[in-house]
């Protein structure tokens, strides 16, 4: 019996998904949840995101950018852009073996 895909669970890490969403330009929480969820699918509650945005500080990954408004925006920095083209080019890779390795098995 085939399994459907959302039976597997979600394998994206939200930081990844927030490095993402931000390298298209700042943007503030609501704005990330909802970009976030037209990318990949992935429906975030404002708890994790803002989770997620901690850590990612933290790290120097993203920095908030001052604003007049109640919401406050992120921006990636440079370490953030280096962080996700090196994740990203790991992700590129454990997806060429799995679809190698996956291919052995003959067709579904």
């Known amino acids: 019996m085939a399994r459907k895909s ?8 939200v930081a990844l ?6 390298a298209e330009g700042q943007k503030h929480g609501y704005r990330m949840i909802s970009d976030i969820e037209e990318f990949s699918g992935t429906s975030l509650e404002p708890g994790t995101l803002y989770g997620a945005l ?3 500080e933290e790290r120097g ?6 604003s007049a408004e109640r919401r406050k925006p992120y921006r990636i920095t440079d370490g953030g852009r280096a962080a996700l083209r090196e994740q990203l080019a790991t992700l590129r890779r454990v997806e060429q ?12």
Request: proline content about 6%; glycine content about 8%.
């Open 6 to 13: 959302q039976e597997l669970g979600r394998f994206t890490d």
């Open 17 to 22: 998904l927030v490095l993402i969403s931000l």
């Open 54 to 56: 901690m850590r990612l």
């Open 61 to 66: 990954w993203i920095e908030p950018v001052a």
């Open 97 to 108: 073996t799995g679809a190698r390795r996956s291919l052995a098995w003959g067709p579904a």
